[in-house]
């Protein structure tokens, strides 16, 4: 954001009332919030696939693929 777009943002949010500050104060804390538990939920998943690269052989994984696929595919 630039610092006019910023400038523009708080000359808007003075001009709320203290309820509607209130409320759009609350609001941004929740989308942080949200966010931040976004953001953790994704490094648990991303450390969670880290965690399967285990330096297995990639002929063995190609392997074990195709044969996991060979299941999924049948009627």
């Known amino acids: 954001m630039t610092d006019a777009k910023y400038t ?3 000359e808007l ?3 709320l009332s ?3 500050q209130h409320t759009l104060a609350t609001t941004l804390r929740d989308r942080s ?3 931040l538990s ?3 939920r994704n490094q648990a998943a991303i ?3 880290d965690s399967w690269d285990d330096g ?3 002929d063995e994984q190609r392997e074990t693929w195709e044969a996991l696929k ?4 049948e009627p």
């Open 56 to 58: 297995t052989d990639p």
């Open 18 to 20: 203290i309820e509607e």
């Open 38 to 40: 976004q953001r953790q």
């Open 33 to 35: 919030a949200t966010r």
């Open 47 to 49: 450390d969670l696939l």
């Open 13 to 15: 949010a003075e001009e």
């Open 8 to 10: 523009q943002v708080l």
């Open 70 to 73: 060979e299941v999924l595919d």
